[in-house]
C-alpha cells in the first residue's frame, strides 16, 4: 500500500508529529521468542512471567499522557492483541479526530482522517517520519509487566515480589497499581521515560480484557 501524502498547518503538524511518535512506539507489536527467567529471580516471579509470556491475546482500555518535544497530550486507548496481530485505536486528543494503527509483523499501517501512513515497521516509520531510531518493539513485552527478550534489563521488585521496574534500552519502566486477573498480575498505571530525546508515556488507568484461557491459567 503506498503513502498517502498528509499536509498540515504548522501547529497541526507539531500535534502530528507527537501523536505519530506517540502510534509507533504503541504499534510495535512482534513476537518473539520468550526469555528464560533469570535463575537468581523468586519462584514467584517466575510463574508470574511464565504465565505473562503465554499472554498474546487481549484487549487494553484507559489513556496515554504522552509527553514529546515539549508538548503534552493524554488520548484515550483502545489496543487489541490477537497473537501477532494488533489494532490500536487512540482518540479524544491533538485535535484531529481518531487515529488508528493496524499491524503485523513486517506490514504497519496508521491511518488519521482517511490519510494512511505504511511502512515494513514501526521502526522504519518512525525513523522516516522523526529521523532517529527507537526500540519500539520492547513495548509490546514492557505493557505487560515484562522485560523484552534478548536484551539487558535491570529488574527491581518490592517486599512483596511484585516486579515495580525494568531498566532497558536506555529506558526506565515503572509499574505500579497491579490488578489480579485470575493467576495473572497486569498493571493498572505503566509509565516509561527516556532521557534521550525527553519522552514520557504514562498508561492511566489501564482495565485489561483478557481471553478466558488464559485468565484461568494455573
Same mark, same amino acid.
Given at each position: #500500500? ?15 508529529c ?8 504503541? =504499534? ?13 529471580? &523468586? ?7 511464565n ?8 484487549q ?34 491533538? &485535535? ?23 511502512? &515494513? ?8 517520519? #522523526? ?27 518490592n ?16 509499574? =505500579? ?21 525527553d ?7 489501564? &482495565? ?11
Amino acid at each position: #500500500m503506498s503513502a498517502i501524502p498528509i499536509h498540515f498547518s504548522c501547529r497541526c503538524l507539531r500535534a502530528s508529529c507527537l501523536l505519530l511518535a506517540l502510534s509507533i512506539v504503541l =504499534s510495535a507489536c512482534a513476537i518473539s521468542p520468550p526469555a528464560a527467567p533469570p535463575a537468581e529471580l &523468586n519462584s514467584d516471579w517466575a510463574a508470574q512471567q511464565n504465565l505473562l509470556q503465554q499472554l498474546d491475546s487481549w484487549q487494553l482500555r484507559g489513556r496515554v499522557d504522552v509527553r514529546y518535544d515539549n508538548e503534552s497530550h493524554t488520548p484515550r486507548i483502545l489496543w487489541q492483541q490477537q497473537a501477532v496481530e494488533y489494532q490500536i485505536r487512540l482518540w479524544g486528543s491533538f &485535535n484531529a479526530g481518531s487515529t488508528t494503527i493496524v499491524g503485523r509483523p513486517g506490514y504497519v499501517t496508521l491511518e488519521q482522517s482517511g490519510d494512511t501512513l505504511s511502512a &515494513n515497521s514501526p521502526e522504519d516509520l518512525i525513523l522516516q517520519q #522523526m529521523g532517529y531510531e527507537l526500540p519500539v518493539s520492547y513495548l509490546n513485552y514492557w505493557i505487560k509487566g515484562l522485560p523484552a527478550p534478548d536484551s539487558q534489563a535491570d529488574l527491581s521488585f518490592n517486599e512483596l515480589n511484585q516486579l515495580t521496574a525494568i531498566a532497558q534500552a536506555g529506558w526506565l519502566i515503572n509499574f =505500579s497499581d497491579p490488578r489480579q486477573y485470575g493467576a495473572i498480575t497486569l498493571p493498572r498505571r505503566v509509565e516509561l521515560t527516556r532521557a534521550k530525546n525527553d519522552i514520557r508515556l504514562r498508561f492511566i488507568g489501564l &482495565n485489561w480484557t483478557l481471553n478466558e484461557a488464559s485468565a484461568d491459567a494455573r
